[in-house]
């Protein structure tokens, strides 16, 4: 059938416009690979910049500053004002040798300690399992002026790692320890420990929402990059081949490389920046099922599984393909995934230009997959059987299956009948057997032995253990 020229120009530009659709869904599907390992590489990071001890015991030193509790005696003192210890009212001095020089055995009521309101311990005990603070975060949150008072050695010692509000409100404990807190101060005590307390948990709300878009942030702007950078990459050597061929103009080629780049870029950062936040806050998540799929990268993965084969579906969804057609589809979009993870490692090795050489070593490997599964699938068709035919031939297996039952059936009984007699036999005779051991009885042994003997067709050479005997010594029976 001969066609026109209107005709031939309208079927190549058909041609043409499902080819730059299959290439960009590849440089898209390169593109969502690249990153996906860019939010495992950035959840991987994020792991390590927030990880924190599974104690405080033994690691008090990651969240305690000198520094910060000094400066606040300094700037308390240099005032030159009476300093007071704000809960039990004793006067306080700078330095130890002047406590002691002063106030000799009771040094500790007057000598100025810088004490963390809201004790260390409580700070991390809250925090060690939010998944976007770190150590240094929480240093900062301890120390900040807001959470150090400056109070007697006294009433630092007795309180250690308790609340303001629990020792102010144990009158047994502060007797045992000698710790004498005036009225006003055992109210300012409690008031002092509850703005503390309001005031951390704030700013651990604070610091854990700029942490969160500080790395989906540049988590993101990686993601773009590398994304970007495979997108172009891909499709530039497509476009390239499509320009040698005559197939575009290079102006079309240039426009078409531009945009898949731009959009996997966008793609990349969204993408990227999401999945890293979402998996490192699964991280911290009780169940070890869940922490196991964000550690394995399972969120990203389905993002750009779905992503792949969305458009798939929704053909199938809209009847605009059959589920055979659409079982065709994704099975070559799903080896084409997979192949493509391998392929970008290879060519990364062999190429090491950073992102450049996995994006090439991804486009030969789809290229690869795509012909031999469209291959494949073309000789899978093209040599399916008719539907009677796998009816008939399914209908013959069912009906050797039954016949092959009956027959093990009917040998299973012709076994057990015929064996029946044999068990009946070795009971008897091994039971006759047991007997005679028991009693002493050697006679009874053989005879038993001999009905097992006679039974399964053998020639019996003695009866009683004289005939044994004197089977021994005739040298005309050969047994062997």
């Known amino acids: 059938?001969?066609?026109?020229?209107?005709?031939?120009?309208?079927?190549?530009?058909?041609?043409?416009?499902?080819?730059?659709?299959?290439?960009?869904?590849?440089?898209?599907?390169?593109?969502?690979?690249?990153?996906?390992?860019?939010?495992?590489?950035?959840?991987?990071?994020?792991?390590?910049?927030?990880?924190?001890?599974?104690?405080?015991?033994?690691?008090?030193?990651?969240?305690?500053?000198?520094?910060?509790?000094?400066?606040?005696?300094?700037?308390?003192?240099?005032?030159?004002?009476?300093?007071?210890?704000?809960?039990?009212?004793?006067?306080?001095?700078?330095?130890?040798?002047?406590?002691?020089?002063?106030?000799?055995?009771?040094?500790?009521?007057?000598?100025?300690?810088?004490?963390?309101?809201?004790?260390?311990?409580?700070?991390?005990?809250?925090?060690?399992n939010n998944p976007w603070l770190s150590n240094d975060n929480i240093k900062d949150i301890a120390n900040d002026k807001h959470n150090i008072k400056v109070t007697s050695r006294k009433y630092n010692n007795a309180k250690r790692s308790r609340t303001n509000e629990e020792l102010a409100n144990d009158p047994e404990y502060q007797s045992q320890t000698g710790l004498e807190l005036t009225e006003q101060g055992r109210q300012n005590a409690i008031r002092d420990g509850r703005a503390a307390d309001k005031w951390t948990k704030k700013q651990e709300l604070v610091q854990t929402g700029k942490n969160?878009?500080?790395?989906?942030?540049?988590?993101?702007?990686?993601?773009?990059?590398?994304?970007?950078?495979?997108?172009?990459?891909?499709?530039?050597?497509?476009?390239?081949?499509?320009?040698?061929?005559?197939?575009?103009?290079?102006?079309?080629?240039?426009?078409?490389?531009?945009?898949?780049?731009?959009?996997?870029?966008?793609?990349?950062?969204?993408?990227?920046?999401?999945?890293?936040?979402?998996?490192?806050?699964?991280?911290?998540?009780?169940?070890?099922?869940?922490?196991?799929?964000?550690?394995?990268?399972?969120?990203?993965?389905?993002?750009?599984?779905?992503?792949?084969?969305?458009?798939?579906?929704?053909?199938?969804?809209?009847?605009?393909?059959?589920?055979?057609?659409?079982?065709?589809?994704?099975?070559?979009?799903?080896?084409?995934?997979?192949?493509?993870?391998?392929?970008?490692?290879?060519?990364?090795?062999?190429?090491?230009?950073?992102?450049?050489?996995?994006?090439?070593?991804?486009?030969?490997?789809?290229m690869l997959t795509s012909s031999v599964y469209n291959h494949l699938i073309g000789e899978l068709q093209r040599r399916k059987f008719e539907h009677e035919e796998r009816l008939r031939i399914i209908a013959e297996c069912q009906a050797m299956a039954e016949q092959t039952k009956a027959f093990r059936k009917e040998l299973e009984s012709y076994l057990d009948e015929y064996f029946r007699d044999f068990r009946d036999c070795f009971d008897s005779a091994l039971s006759s057997m047991n007997f005679s051991f028991e009693t002493g009885d050697a006679d009874g042994v053989i005879a038993g032995a001999n009905e097992i003997t006679r039974k399964l067709g053998g020639e019996v050479h003695f009866e009683t253990v004289s005939e044994f005997a004197s089977f021994l010594d005739d040298d005309t029976c050969d047994v062997l």
């Open 212 to 366: 969160i878009v500080k790395t989906g942030h540049q988590a993101g702007m990686q993601g773009a990059k590398t994304a970007g950078t495979t997108a172009l990459t891909m499709s530039g050597i497509m476009n390239v081949v499509s320009v040698i061929k005559g197939e575009k103009t290079g102006e079309e080629a240039i426009v078409d490389t531009i945009k898949t780049g731009g959009k996997a870029a966008v793609t990349g950062y969204a993408m990227t920046g999401g999945l890293t936040v979402v998996s490192n806050t699964l991280t911290a998540s009780k169940s070890k099922f869940v922490q196991g799929l964000a550690k394995s990268n399972i969120p990203g993965k389905i993002i750009t599984t779905v992503m792949v084969t969305g458009d798939t579906l929704k053909k199938w969804g809209n009847g605009e393909i059959t589920t055979e057609e659409c079982l065709i589809e994704l099975g070559d979009k799903g080896l084409n995934m997979l192949t493509m993870g391998y392929a970008t490692a290879i060519g990364q090795t062999l190429i090491p230009i950073p992102v450049v050489g996995g994006a090439i070593g991804a486009l030969v490997g789809s």
């Open 1 to 128: 059938m001969a066609y026109s020229k209107e005709e031939l120009d309208y079927k190549r530009r058909g041609e043409l416009e499902d080819k730059n659709k299959r290439d960009r869904k590849t440089a898209e599907m390169g593109a969502g690979l690249a990153a996906t390992q860019a939010a495992q590489q950035a959840t991987q990071a994020a792991a390590v910049k927030f990880a924190k001890p599974a104690t405080y015991t033994g690691n008090r030193t990651l969240y305690d500053s000198g520094v910060a509790k000094h400066h606040a005696k300094v700037d308390l003192f240099k005032s030159g004002n009476k300093v007071v210890d704000p809960y039990t009212g004793k006067d306080l001095v700078l330095t130890k040798q002047e406590a002691k020089m002063l106030y000799g055995d009771k040094w500790t009521e007057h000598l100025a300690e810088a004490d963390h309101i809201k004790p260390l311990e409580q700070i991390y005990d809250e925090t060690r």
